[in-house]
C-alpha cells in the first residue's frame, strides 16, 4: 500500500520549528549552557543571550527591553496578566473590602475564562463576559457599557484561536484611554462618580494568534499588557512573554528567585527564549511579507472551493476581519471528531478547534458565543495554513474533505432511517 503523505492544517495549534531558529538554539543546549543566574563566565553568556532576546522582543513589540517578561508560555503570561493585576490592587490598603471587576470576552482562549471564573468563583472578582455575535467581533459599545467604577481589568484577545477573527484592540484602547481622561476631569472638578482612588484600568491582549500576521506595536494598540507564546510562530514551545507597560500597577504571583526583575521566578529557559527572539525576529523580513500574502491566498482559495464544491457548508466568523491562515467551517449533519478522525486517516491534520481542549466531548465555547446551536457547534472543521502549506495541500484537503463529508452524512442518513 502506498504510504499515505501527511498534509499539516493545524498552524494554530502548534508550528514546526523553523530550521534558523533551530539553530540559534541548539548551542544552548550544549557549549553555552550557563544559568543566566550565576555569576561566572558561564552565566553571564547566558544571561548576555537573554538580554539580547529581551532587546530583539521589545524592538517588536515597540517598547522597553524592561518592560518585556519572559514565561513558559501565553497560558503563564494570561495568568500572570490577570492574578498579578488583581494581586497588586488587594494589596492596596484602599482597596480593602472592593471586589474589583474584570471585562473579557466570551471566547477567550480557556486559560483566560478559567482563570477568570475560577477567581469569581472564589469571590475575589466579578466579571463581565462580552457577547461576541455571528461575526465572532466584540462590539466597542458593549466594551463602553460594561465599564465599572470597580474595573481594574479589562481582556480582550487579539486574534481569537479557533475562528481566527481580529478583534479591535485599538479601538478598545483608545475608549479606555478617552474614559481614563473623562474620569480625570471629573475627579479635578470634584464630580466624579468613580472612586477617587482608583487607578487605572489596565489593558490586555492575548495576541498568541496574532503576532505572525498583525502589527504588535504595543503604542499604537494602546495596551498595557500583550501575551505571547513562541510555538505559534515557528519557535520552540514552553516558552512566551508578557509585556508589562512600565509603572503598571502589577505584582509577581510565582513566589521564588529574583529573575525577571522579580516578576517572574524560575530559572530561565535559555533555549526557549532565544528562539522564541530568533523567531520574532524572522517575522519582520520581507520573505516572512511574501509569505504571509501567499498563504492568504491560498487560504482564501480554500474558502471558496469549500463553500463551492460541499453542500451545506459555511464559514464561522467574519471573512473580512479574519487572520490570513484561518478557515473554520460547519458542515450540518456531520459530527466534527468523526471528521477529524477521518481526514487524520486520510493524511490531513486539522482539529475541531483548540488543541488545549480537545480531550472534552463539550461543544466549542467559541462557536457557542457566536450564538451558533450545539449541533452546530459539533460540526466545524478549523484548517490552519502555515508557511509550508502548497496549492496541491488544499487541492487534496479540499477533495478528501468532500468525500468524507459526502460519506458521513450518508452514514448519519442511514442511522436515522434505521431509527423510523
Ligand atoms: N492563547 C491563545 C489565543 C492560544 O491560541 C493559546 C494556545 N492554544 C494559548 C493562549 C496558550 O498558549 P501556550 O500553549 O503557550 O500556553
Redesign the pocket.
Known amino acids: 500500500m502506498p504510504k499515505i503523505k501527511r498534509i499539516y492544517l493545524d498552524h494554530?495549534?502548534t508550528t514546526p520549528v523553523d530550521p534558523v531558529v533551530f539553530a540559534k538554539i541548539r548551542p544552548y543546549f550544549s557549549e553555552k549552557f550557563g544559568n543566566p543566574m550565576s555569576v561566572h563566565s558561564f552565566g553571564q553568556e547566558a544571561m548576555a543571550a537573554v538580554d539580547q532576546a529581551r532587546v530583539q522582543v521589545a524592538y517588536f513589540l515597540r517598547c522597553q527591553p524592561k518592560e518585556i517578561v519572559f514565561t513558559s508560555?501565553?497560558?503563564?503570561s494570561?495568568n500572570l496578566a490577570i492574578r498579578g493585576t488583581l494581586k497588586a490592587y488587594q494589596a492596596k490598603k484602599e482597596n480593602q473590602g472592593v471586589i474589583p471587576h474584570i471585562i473579557t470576552t466570551q471566547f477567550e482562549?480557556h486559560?483566560v475564562l478559567n482563570t477568570c471564573q475560577e477567581l469569581e468563583k472564589e469571590g475575589q472578582i466579578e466579571v463581565t463576559y462580552l457577547s461576541v455575535y455571528a461575526d465572532g467581533l466584540v462590539r466597542l459599545a458593549d466594551v463602553k457599557r460594561a465599564l465599572k467604577s470597580n474595573t481594574i481589568l479589562v481582556s480582550v484577545?487579539y486574534v481569537n484561536?479557533e475562528i481566527g477573527t481580529v478583534q479591535p484592540i485599538v479601538e478598545i484602547g483608545q475608549l479606555l484611554r478617552e474614559a481614563h481622561s473623562v474620569e480625570r476631569i471629573a475627579r479635578n472638578s470634584k464630580r466624579s462618580t468613580f472612586r477617587d482612588t482608583r487607578s487605572k484600568i489596565l489593558f490586555h491582549t492575548?495576541a498568541?494568534?496574532a503576532v505572525n500576521y498583525f502589527d504588535c506595536d504595543v503604542n499604537k494598540l494602546d495596551v498595557d499588557l500583550l501575551s505571547l507564546?513562541g510555538?505559534?510562530i515557528y519557535g520552540p514551545k514552553g516558552v512566551?512573554a508578557l509585556f508589562i507597560r512600565d509603572k503598571s500597577a502589577i505584582t509577581h504571583v510565582q513566589s521564588g528567585g529574583d529573575q525577571e526583575a522579580g516578576m517572574r521566578a524560575g530559572t530561565h529557559n535559555v533555549p526557549g527564549i532565544v528562539g522564541m527572539a530568533e523567531a520574532i525576529r524572522q517575522i519582520k523580513s520581507s520573505k516572512s511579507k511574501v509569505k504571509n500574502n501567499e498563504i492568504l491566498k491560498l487560504r482564501n482559495y480554500l474558502i471558496k472551493k469549500v463553500l463551492k464544491e460541499i453542500p451545506k457548508s459555511h464559514l464561522n466568523g467574519s471573512l473580512d476581519q479574519r487572520s490570513p491562515n484561518n478557515a473554520n467551517f460547519r458542515f450540518d449533519d456531520v459530527e466534527g471528531e468523526g471528521l477529524i478522525l477521518s481526514l487524520d486517516m486520510e493524511g490531513v491534520a486539522a482539529s475541531t478547534g483548540?488543541?488545549?481542549s480537545s480531550g472534552s466531548l463539550d461543544p466549542s465555547h467559541v462557536l457557542l458565543a457566536l450564538g451558533l446551536k450545539h449541533e452546530q457547534a459539533h460540526g466545524s472543521l478549523r484548517l490552519t495554513l502555515g508557511k509550508s502549506t502548497t496549492k496541491q495541500e488544499i487541492e487534496y484537503a479540499v477533495k478528501i474533505l468532500k468525500k468524507i463529508v459526502s460519506r458521513l452524512r450518508k452514514i448519519s442518513g442511514d442511522v436515522l432511517k434505521e431509527f423510523k
Open positions: 494554530a495549534a508560555g501565553a497560558t503563564e494570561n482562549h486559560c484577545m484561536n492575548d498568541t494568534q507564546s510555538h505559534k512566551g483548540s488543541a488545549c
